[in-house]
């Protein structure tokens, strides 16, 4: 019953609340009219302010944090290799041998073990033939043997940064010229029998010895080294013929040498000299034919000679300088 009269009551106050309300209208009169004003022209840029703000300057700082980290290597061990067996080098040599009909060979070739202060050996060279004429026409030219002999001797010594080196050697070679046979040579011969005579045989003769000996002193620095390089040796040279000529020669050759780098474009520049003198002593047979009586003509001379070079290299191009 009471929820009843609760809402009876509810809408008699709407409705009453609705008959309350009183709806007027107004309404007004207004004279308008629209003016334009005139513009003018205003020459000041306009001003924009930024609204990003600036940056923040503070200063801050970060602790290092230290970790504690424990690394313990783990233990190497070398590898094990098969020991390195150095082959073996022969240092002697031995060649003989002989060839029909008269044609012995021999070759001697001696040299020390290995040593990181000297060096020294021997060598020997020996190869002749001696045939006799063969047949009905190499009977009617003048016996012609062959020889070839050569001898050499030699000794190092290694220093530090320095070689001393020396050498002594012999040369000996004969060879007989064939001549005219025995019917040619009749038309210049007044008498055929010189034909088995020593003075023909000798003018087709040639037979000459050399004895040659050297002792030097040189460096051992290589390019890279800024020192002083140098080379010097002196020579000895004698020569003989079967004609009785003969030439002494007495030599200093020499060198003294420095590379430096100042250009850096040019790598390494080489500064040289050399000094080199040579003394000969000449005694010349004028005569072909008697070489016993012949008039002989003896020339001596000296020579010495000073060269000052300079070179280095510029990519693709060597360049000169100097005698």
Same mark, same amino acid.
């Given at each position: 019953m009471?929820?009843?009269?609760?809402?009876t009551l509810l809408i008699w106050l709407a409705a009453f609340s609705l008959q309350a309300q009183v709806i007027d209208?107004? @309404? %007004? @009169?207004?004279?308008? @009219?629209?003016?334009?004003?005139?513009?003018?022209?205003?020459?000041?840029?306009?001003?924009? +302010?930024?609204?990003?703000?600036?940056?923040?300057? !503070?200063?801050?700082?970060?602790?290092p944090q230290e970790i504690d980290i424990a690394f313990e290597p783990s233990q190497v061990k070398p590898m094990k290799l098969a020991p390195d067996v150095m082959q073996r080098l022969y240092r002697n040599f031995l060649k003989v041998g002989f060839g029909y009909p008269v044609t012995p060979l021999f070759d001697l070739h001696i040299h020390n073990p290995d040593n990181s202060k000297y060096s020294y050996g021997l060598g020997v060279h020996h190869y002749s033939s001696w045939m006799p004429a063969v047949g009905k026409k190499m009977k009617q030219y003048a016996y012609h043997p062959t020889s070839d002999? @050569?001898? +050499?001797? %030699?000794?190092?010594? %290694? !220093?530090?940064?320095q070689t001393l080196y020396s050498s002594i050697g012999y040369v000996h070679k004969y060879a007989n010229l064939y001549g005219y046979n025995k019917d040619t040579l009749s038309q210049?011969?007044?008498?055929?029998?010189?034909? #088995?005579?020593?003075? #023909?045989?000798?003018?087709?003769?040639?037979? %000459?010895?050399?004895?040659?000996g050297e002792v030097g002193f040189r460096s051992n620095y290589v390019l890279e080294d800024r020192k002083l390089k140098q080379d010097v040796r002196l020579n000895y040279d004698l020569i003989t013929t079967h004609k009785k000529d003969m030439e002494n020669h007495i030599g200093l050759d020499s060198y003294f040498a420095y590379d430096s780098r100042f250009m850096k474009v040019t790598g390494s520049q080489n500064f040289r000299i050399d000094f080199d003198m040579d003394f000969y002593n000449n005694r010349w047979n004028d005569s072909i034919g008697d070489t016993l009586n012949s008039y002989r003509r003896v020339d001596n001379s000296f020579k010495l000679e000073i060269r000052p070079t300079m070179n280095f290299t510029i990519g693709e191009y060597h360049f000169l300088f100097g005698a």
């Open positions: 009471k929820k009843t009269v609760l809402i209208t107004a @309404r %007004f @009169r207004l004279d308008f @009219r629209p003016m334009v004003i005139n513009s003018q022209k205003v020459n000041q840029q306009a001003e924009i +302010n930024d609204t990003v703000s600036g940056e923040v300057g !503070f200063n801050y700082e970060i602790s002999t @050569r001898v +050499n001797v %030699f000794f190092n010594r %290694f !220093f530090k940064n210049y011969l007044d008498n055929v029998e010189d034909y #088995y005579r020593k003075t #023909y045989h000798d003018s087709i003769n040639n037979s %000459f010895h050399h004895v040659k």
